[in-house]
């Protein structure tokens, strides 16, 4: 029964860049310390290696700040690797004030490990599940790799550099949401965790279901209430990838709520343009450091007023503008495949460099 569940993840979320963004090249002048060729070299990172106990060896990058008073460990989203996401760990950091360890799941960029990819037609795929139903499986079950993945980057954050529970912030963007809130659902003290445009559930993303199924995966819905920190959850309010009920039954279901971020007309790629989605973070991760959280859990109120700001209001502080010599980035957090099986042929666009990022950087100026 895992290993069918398995089958459908490794089917239905990952599509990882090929061929990778990036390469890990050691320096044999600095002890054999590992280096990300495509990304600046900085003292103030990382790169790791870390064997997971599914026998998978991952990458990750540690980014320290100075004045960090917590650590975030990010969960990207299933099209993306760390040679393109390095380039917002980097912003995030700096702009959070957090040490940031961000990973890649097996399979991904330079991570050992297969992931398999899905036909997004939904009649193939309800032909895969009775096909799925009647065989043995020997393959490596994904979804419980993403699972051994984040538990290892978890583990080297506390031996390595000794990170407490009552340190640490969660962050999993869409299909990194499952991961995520699996960790946090079997820790009791974290500060806090951040939810960006997440699932309920595989199968929710695809059809209305009431119910959770066996072979159902990332089953967040049932994983929520188990989580005993606040609970920041931000969901753009036109994602046509992931609908913002998603998001929205969510934080209803968190035990500790926080002010959710509704970012009206936010898509599933492109939240991190509008100014509103840094200024919120921040806020939350500032709260984390007082005594009492900002927002009751029994408190049900929302984020809207500042949601109808746009891009040109944000301040100087809150601005930046990501460099245009990395190489093009597609973070898509479900691939455009699995949009065309639910609406129509409309291609899902590139959360950063493309025509309409570098379109709004010439018309308004830096965004965040």
């Known amino acids: 029964m895992g290993g069918v569940t398995s089958t459908i993840a490794a089917?239905?979320?990952f599509f990882p860049p090929n061929p990778p963004s990036y390469k890990v090249e050691a320096d044999e002048s600095c002890g054999g310390r590992l280096y990300i060729s495509e990304v600046p070299r900085r003292d103030d990172v990382d790169v790791l290696k870390l064997r997971t106990r599914?026998?998978?060896d991952i990458v990750a990058v540690h980014i320290k700040h100075p004045k960090s008073t917590a650590t975030l460990l990010y969960s990207h989203g299933n099209a993306a690797d760390l040679g393109q996401m390095f380039e917002l760990f980097a912003e995030l950091s700096n702009r959070l004030?957090?040490?940031?360890?961000?990973?890649?799941?097996?399979?991904?960029?330079?991570?050992?490990?297969?992931?398999?990819?899905?036909?997004?037609?939904?009649d193939i795929w309800a032909m895969e599940l009775l096909r799925l139903a009647n065989t043995k499986f020997a393959t490596n079950p994904t979804e419980c790799n993403t699972y051994a993945d984040i538990d290892a980057a978890y583990k080297c954050l506390k031996e390595q550099y000794g990170v407490k529970d009552e340190?640490?912030?969660?962050?999993?963007q869409s299909v990194g949401s499952g991961p995520t809130l699996d960790l946090a659902s079997r820790l009791q003290n974290l500060r806090g965790v951040v939810l960006h445009s997440p699932i309920l559930s595989g199968m929710r993303v695809l059809y209305p279901v009431k119910r959770t199924y066996w072979f159902d995966i990332y089953k967040n819905i049932d994983k929520i209430g188990s989580?005993?920190?606040?609970?920041?959850?931000?969901?753009g309010t036109s994602d046509e990838v992931v609908d913002c009920s998603h998001g929205k039954q969510l934080w209803e279901l968190c035990k500790e709520k926080y002010d959710p971020l509704w970012i009206s007309g936010g898509g599933h790629c492109n939240l991190e343009l509008y100014p509103e989605f840094i200024r919120h973070l921040k806020k939350f991760v500032l709260s984390l450091g007082k005594s009492k959280p900002a927002t009751d859990a029994s408190k049900k109120t929302t984020a809207e007023p500042d949601n109808q700001s746009k891009p040109s209001e944000g301040g100087p502080s809150d601005?930046?503008?990501?460099?245009?010599?990395?190489?093009?980035?597609?973070?898509?957090?479900?691939?455009?495949?699995?949009?065309?099986?639910?609406?129509?042929?409309?291609?899902?666009?590139?959360?950063?460099?493309?025509?309409?990022?570098?379109r709004i950087r010439r018309k308004k100026g830096l965004v965040w």
């Open 11 to 13: 089917k239905f979320a």
């Open 54 to 56: 599914r026998g998978n």
């Open 97 to 122: 004030r957090v040490n940031l360890m961000g990973y890649d799941y097996s399979g991904y960029g330079q991570s050992t490990g297969k992931q398999r990819e899905w036909c997004a037609r939904t």
């Open 167 to 172: 340190q640490l912030i969660l962050y999993g």
């Open 227 to 235: 989580v005993n920190c606040p609970v920041l959850v931000i969901h």
């Open 319 to 358: 601005t930046f503008e990501l460099s245009t010599d990395l190489p093009e980035v597609s973070r898509n957090s479900l691939d455009s495949r699995l949009e065309k099986s639910k609406k129509s042929n409309k291609p899902e666009k590139s959360r950063m460099s493309t025509d309409r990022v570098d």
